[in-house]
């Protein structure tokens, strides 16, 4: 079936460095992708959205990349702090309207 | 931004009994909500989508007799669990999207921790 998964489970930096979490989507009809934070315990935490027909977004201190060719979605994290340390997702939607399909996280732990 | 609340924040219930958890959105009508399950360590799974006054359409997988899921209005969606059994253990987060909210973004709750004993 269609999915969006992530390339690595976990990825231990330490504070100050760059992040870069990876996913892969499946569904060359998705047209609205979304990087979520999740602290354990919580609901998802939007960090940063990007439309199909952008390639590139820049929030403070986060961007996210979106490659069509290869179907690849990436999310970096300048200058990485603790506060950061979560388990993040990406997610996918097809249509307006219709659910976001989660991807199966990367669990991000910095250290000082 | 919109705000989502569930309630209870968490539940611990006794195996056959059924539980009642709620969904609002806060500060905007939402003309779909969603729920989704999340066992530990694992993603968000969607169980089923909600629109206003119309019965849910569940994911694959999903009993609907199991999860009866009622939107009566554009602030408040309840998922019931009946007869709930020890692996019905998990956390339980809701979404909503619409109205002022816009279509495409969702809004997440934060989640009900369900314990069957």
């Known amino acids: 079936g269609e999915s969006v998964g992530l390339h690595l489970p976990t990825l231990s930096v330490q504070e100050g460095d760059n992040s870069i979490i990876n996913c892969a989507y499946s569904?060359?009809?998705?047209?609205?992708f979304i990087w979520y934070k999740q602290e354990s315990g919580k609901g998802p935490q939007f960090i940063i959205d990007?439309?199909?027909?952008?390639d590139k977004r820049q929030g403070q201190r986060v961007t996210v990349l979106l490659n069509k060719t290869v179907k690849h979605l990436s999310l970096q994290i300048a200058a990485t702090q603790p506060g950061d340390s979560a388990v993040y997702f990406c997610?996918?939607?097809?249509?307006?309207?219709?659910?976001?399909?989660f991807g199966k996280g990367t669990t991000l732990s910095v250290s000082s | 931004g919109a705000v989502v609340s569930q309630h209870p924040s968490w539940v611990i219930c006794k195996s056959g009994t059924s539980v009642k958890i709620e969904c609002r959105s806060l500060?905007?009508?939402?003309?779909?909500m969603f729920w989704y399950r999340q066992f530990p360590k694992q993603s968000l799974m969607l169980m089923a989508t909600?629109?206003?006054?119309?019965?849910?359409?569940?994911e694959q997988g999903v009993e609907k007799d199991k999860f009866l899921i009622n939107h009566a209005s554009l602030t408040l969606s309840t998922l019931t669990v009946t007869s709930a059994h020890p692996e019905d253990s998990s956390f339980y987060i809701c979404?909503?999207?619409?109205?002022?909210?816009?279509?495409?973004?969702?809004?997440f709750g934060p989640g009900t921790r369900l314990t069957v004993l």
């Open positions: 569904n060359s009809a998705s047209d609205y």
């Open positions: 997610a996918e939607k097809k249509q307006a309207g219709t659910a976001l399909i």
């Open positions: 979404s909503a999207s619409g109205g002022l909210a816009g279509n495409n973004e969702q809004f």
């Open positions: 909600s629109n206003e006054g119309s019965k849910a359409t569940y």
């Open positions: 990007i439309r199909s027909n952008m």
């Open positions: 500060d905007f009508q939402a003309t779909t």
